[in-house]
């Protein structure tokens, strides 16, 4: 399979060197975090944080497990959460020890790896107001800790940040940062960069006004936070903001862009992925969707939602923006990973970033100016003719414009877009980004919203359903050279898990329907699968034991907004449930159930 679109055309010799260049991401992505921790970590086979690096590659450099051996897999352990919603986490683990984060209450286990079974080490209880699921708009989830300095941080449904001790699980410090009766949450995983915390809120469906802040790690006091609406001094915009693109230069955008005032509820939430590069000492984070969903009630481009930043992570400055989907006509948002990669260029190489995006494109940008290099498409799309080289702007298609009173039919990509938040994996050893996502199209209907404060404020309704002649899921291999599909995985439910990539040349991901499977990174050809009890959407790890061995582990749990239907107990008469979803998967209920379980795999002794 080929996605259309237009390839570079490279020799033999040069797809070898990129592949020898991007080897070169994982020494960036082993910078530490203060210190030479994640550097220790990766010599140590630890998985300090979800994305496993800086640079957002899931990418594990251990080799016991490999595509030869795979279908031997056994499970080593299993451990129960007590919590049948969302599991979206990414286990975590450090000198040892395992440590999980449940959907809410938040709960966090710390499991010790040393001892047979890995029993319960600490658990710590946050207790988070039971109010705070009325405003988590798609279901009440967490995507994990993150382990820095001796520390665990992770964030809490009703809108704080926490800091353990590892080896105690006792509270170090605790910051509020969100305010439920606004309609705010945090469900991101956190990303330690030096001595800060990054953290940012949700709840754009809520019309909250989307941030980014970073917390002092040893005091949790507040360093620095910058919204992504609203004046220049209060995004960060100063001096130093130089964007690639002339649309996105002037004074006070973030304003004038948007009716009076809808700035102030406008959303550009940030809760999704953070990346960082140390050398450009960037971090890089993306967007959400602007507020409301019906595009006529907030005229304008609506900056600075649905794109990205690169800020200066000791000072939160902005340094350029690109936007993904100005205007965002449906819910495409821009929070998914970026991916930071080395191209092979004239003399060296040259620093990218790499994005599956929302809007169902592959963007490949230059990470020191936010130019794009080249944005593919990797999924059937008819919202988006093209996306502008010269202005880096997608070009909307006429025929799908939402207007009010009148229901367009069969726009592709869905609002989750080609790909929501779940992350794609990239291996050195192939020069592949594997990329999970879902093959959606809806019927949408926009109608006037009025805002009250913690109430929805989206102002659509809409209907998802299978886009004509292709799966509703797709594991995808792409080549970010050649600017091409390698291969695909069709899965029958949408792919809503994350993808681990390994040294072995194996991926793994897990399916709705609950089963967690790995195929071979160079072909796709499925190498092994296991049956869980649970729908999967959490994100795979994989991690040396103390006892040496490699494991794989997963967390199976349905839920989110691709498992509303079964966590919500959704009625399946209304075709609009679950912000339209429930209608894509009305099956699902027959094919799984709630579930949140820890599975552990390793070869046999």
Not at 249 to 271: Q, Y
Not at 361 to 388: C, E, M
Not at 440 to 467: F, H, K
Request: aromatic share 10%; net charge neutral; glycine share 12%.
């Amino acid at each position: 399979m080929e996605v259309p679109g237009a390839t570079l055309r490279v020799s033999r010799q040069a797809v070898g060197i990129i592949v020898l260049a991007l080897a070169s991401t994982l020494a960036l992505a082993a910078a530490p975090a203060g210190g030479d921790q994640a550097a220790q970590a990766a010599v140590n086979g630890d998985w300090t944080m979800p994305a496993h690096d800086f640079a957002s590659t899931r990418f594990s450099p251990l080799t016991e497990i490999r595509a030869d051996n795979v279908a031997k897999l056994q499970v080593a352990f299993t451990f129960s959460t007590g919590i049948d919603k969302g599991q979206e986490a990414a286990p975590i683990v450090v000198d040892g020890t395992m440590v999980i984060v449940t959907p809410w209450p938040n709960v966090v286990y710390a499991l010790d790896l040393t001892k047979p079974g890995a029993p319960v080490k600490w658990k710590f209880e946050p207790k988070p107001p039971a109010a705070a699921q009325g405003v988590a708009c798609c279901d009440v989830v967490n995507r994990g800790a993150v382990v820095a300095g001796g520390k665990v941080f992770f964030n809490t449904l009703d809108g704080n940040t926490i800091a353990l001790d590892l080896a105690t699980g006792k509270q170090l410090w605790k910051t509020q940062l969100g305010d439920i009766q606004k309609g705010e949450t945090i469900t991101m995983a956190p990303l330690v960069v030096k001595d800060k915390v990054l953290v940012g809120n949700a709840g754009g469906e809520f019309g909250v006004r989307g941030w980014i802040a970073a917390l002092d790690a040893d005091s949790g006091k507040i360093a620095w936070k910058m919204y992504n609406t609203g004046p220049d001094k209060d995004v960060g915009i100063g001096a130093d903001f130089h964007p690639f693109y002339v649309g996105d230069r002037g004074k006070d955008l973030g304003v004038h862009t948007w009716p009076p005032d809808a700035w102030k509820i406008g959303g550009g939430t940030v809760w999704g992925w953070i990346s960082y590069d140390p050398k450009l000492n960037l971090i890089f984070h993306g967007t959400g969707n602007p507020g409301p969903w019906n595009a006529d009630q907030r005229p304008g481009d609506n900056k600075w939602t649905a794109g990205m930043f690169a800020r200066d992570p000791d000072t939160g400055a902005a340094r350029w923006f690109q936007s993904f989907s100005p205007h965002d006509l449906f819910d495409y948002d821009a929070v998914n990973e970026s991916l930071l990669l080395d191209f092979p260029a004239r003399g060296g190489t040259r620093p990218v970033i790499v994005r599956p995006e929302r809007n169902g494109f592959i963007y490949v940008l230059d990470r020191r100016t936010g130019q794009v290099l080249s944005a593919d498409p990797f999924t059937y799309i008819n919202s988006i003719k093209r996306i502008d080289m010269k202005t880096g702007r997608p070009v909307f298609a006429e025929d799908k414009q939402p207007r009010a009173g009148r229901v367009l039919r069969q726009v592709c990509p869905a609002s989750p877009g080609a790909k929501d938040w779940n992350p794609s994996a990239f291996s050195p050893h192939t020069g592949l980004v594997y990329v999970p996502h879902i093959n959606l199209c809806m019927d949408w209907q926009s109608g006037e919203v009025n805002y009250i404060a913690g109430t929805p404020y989206v102002g659509a309704d809409v209907r998802m359903y299978n886009t004509p002649g292709r799966a509703r899921g797709e594991l995808l291999a792409w080549n970010p050279v050649q600017r091409r599909a390698a291969w695909k995985v069709d899965e029958d439910l949408p792919l809503w898990s994350g993808a681990l990539a390994t040294a072995g040349d194996v991926v793994f991901y897990g399916t709705m329907d609950g089963w967690f499977k790995a195929v071979d990174a160079r072909s796709g050809k499925e190498l092994w699968k296991f049956q869980t009890g649970s729908g999967i959407i959490g994100q795979p790890v994989s991690y040396r034991g103390p006892d040496g061995r490699q494991y794989v582990a997963v967390l199976s749990g349905i839920g989110g907004w691709s498992g509303a239907i079964i966590v919500g107990k959704l009625d399946m008469r209304d075709s609009t449930a679950g912000g339209g979803f429930a209608n894509a998967v009305r099956d699902l209920p027959q094919k799984t159930r709630p579930g949140g379980t820890l599975y552990v795999f390793a070869l046999p002794r």
